[in-house]
């Protein structure tokens, strides 16, 4: 078995999906192991939450396996960048869940218990402040530009951003910067600069 698992580890991610695709659940569960950490770091720093990160995680690979047995499988004349369709999907996740938490919290508004009672109170609701500002200047952002924006943070190089990203090598740090000042923005009217 080990063996198995040693030669699943070298394989690209097109032959693996290839190999889901015909009921090699192996295959996906070195898929899983192989994407898990990115995924997971991607979703943390969009939610900032670790709980709901991995509750979406899972929905993330369930959408894979799905994909991968439903009408439209991945095979095709051109391989797919199975890395870049995670991220995206896992962005669209995140955006859904903090629109979700938008509109709770909007619902909720008033029966919410002052904190300022709480010792050392003070430094946590402005951490949290701080937090939620930037939460919400990620979501006004195109996916795009958020997506480029956290995998950068998480030390993703520019060749792997490009890859991840569907983008040209050479486009990454234009883009980034672009994202970066959109971000600028974004966050100030949060913080009402």
């Given at each position: 078995?080990?063996?198995?698992?040693?030669?699943?580890?070298?394989?690209?991610?097109?032959?693996?999906?290839k190999?889901?695709?015909?009921?090699d659940?192996?295959?996906?569960?070195?898929?899983?192991?192989?994407?898990?950490?990115?995924?997971?770091?991607?979703?943390?720093?969009?939610l900032?939450?670790?709980?709901?990160?991995e509750?979406?995680?899972?929905?993330?690979?369930?959408?894979?396996?799905?994909?991968?047995?439903?009408?439209?499988?991945?095979?095709?004349?051109?391989?797919?960048n199975?890395?870049?369709?995670?991220?995206?999907?896992?962005t669209?996740?995140?955006?859904?869940?903090?629109?979700?938490?938008?509109?709770?919290?909007?619902?909720?508004?008033?029966?919410?218990?002052?904190?300022?009672?709480?010792?050392?109170?003070?430094?946590?609701?402005e951490?949290?402040?701080?937090?939620?500002?930037?939460?919400?200047?990620?979501?006004?952002?195109?996916?795009?530009?958020?997506?480029?924006?956290?995998?950068r943070?998480?030390?993703?190089?520019?060749?792997?951003?490009?890859?991840?990203?569907d983008?040209?090598?050479?486009?990454?740090?234009?883009?980034?910067?672009?994202?970066a000042?959109?971000?600028?923005?974004?966050?100030?009217?949060?913080i009402?600069?």
């Amino acid at each position: 078995m080990a063996t198995k698992d040693k030669a699943l580890t070298t394989l690209s991610d097109n032959l693996l999906l290839k190999r889901l695709e015909q009921g090699d659940e192996a295959s996906f569960e070195a898929l899983f192991h192989r994407h898990y950490d990115r995924v997971y770091g991607l979703l943390f720093r969009l939610l900032g939450n670790r709980d709901e990160a991995e509750e979406l995680l899972q929905e993330v690979f369930l959408k894979l396996y799905r994909h991968a047995f439903g009408k439209r499988p991945f095979g095709s004349t051109q391989p797919p960048n199975l890395s870049g369709w995670l991220y995206r999907v896992a962005t669209n996740e995140g955006y859904n869940a903090i629109r979700g938490r938008q509109r709770q919290w909007q619902r909720n508004l008033l029966l919410v218990p002052d904190p300022a009672g709480a010792p050392g109170a003070e430094v946590a609701v402005e951490r949290k402040e701080r937090e939620t500002a930037v939460r919400a200047a990620l979501s006004t952002l195109p996916p795009h530009q958020a997506q480029l924006l956290l995998l950068r943070q998480m030390d993703v190089s520019y060749a792997e951003l490009a890859e991840a990203c569907d983008i040209a090598p050479g486009s990454v740090g234009t883009l980034l910067r672009r994202a970066a000042a959109a971000f600028r923005e974004a966050y100030q009217r949060e913080i009402g600069n």
